[in-house]
């Protein structure tokens, strides 16, 4: 809703209804400063977790993140460049082609994935069953791509890139 109005817009009427059914009519939208979120919630984690060569393991696993199964599903990059370069390579070898995905256009977008990876992250950490879900690991996959860490190093985004190559090739079909 913020950054609906942002734009001079006007947030979407179905939303406006939802809110005030469940109570919510005084909401007050304000846009989510991502480096303080990620600071909030990073200070929750256990310094376990941050260890070099923990942290290394995580990341390199964050693709098997259990709670992920279903989210994840809808995360590819939908962008022409990204499909033409899918489409050029027609046939080729497609982790090889994740890893140029991830070293060019998606490192170009590496903002947007720490919003979404942040955005889901938070809202876990927000649900009832907060400790069952995966949040500090979103959380540490965050960091790391706002520290700029290679993305070919993190699995979650590897999957990300395989997917977005097979939804390009079979929209292609």
Not at 9 to 17: C, D, K, S, Y
Not at 104 to 117: L, N, P, Q, S, Y
Request: glycine share 6%; proline share 3%; hydrophobic share 45%.
């Amino acid at each position: 809703m913020a950054l609906t109005i942002e734009k001079g817009g006007a947030p979407p009427f179905g939303l406006l209804q939802v809110a005030e059914t469940i109570g919510g009519a005084d909401w007050q939208p304000t846009r989510m400063v991502l480096g303080e979120t990620l600071a909030e919630l990073m200070a929750e984690i256990p310094k376990a977790m941050c260890e070099p060569s923990e942290l290394a393991l995580l990341l390199r696993r964050s693709d098997e993140l259990a709670d992920l199964e279903i989210v994840s599903r809808s995360w590819f990059e939908d962008d022409p460049q990204i499909a033409r370069a899918v489409r050029q390579a027609r046939g080729g070898n497609r982790a090889k082609l994740a890893t140029f995905l991830l070293q060019g256009a998606m490192a170009r977008r590496r903002d947007k994935w720490v919003e979404i990876i942040l955005r889901t992250a938070l809202w876990m950490h927000e649900a009832t069953d907060a400790d069952d879900l995966c949040w500090r690991e979103l959380t540490l996959v965050a960091k790391a791509l706002t520290d700029g860490r290679d993305m070919t190093e993190i699995g979650l985004m590897r999957d990300i890139a395989l997917r977005t190559i097979d939804v390009i090739n079979e929209t292609e079909r």
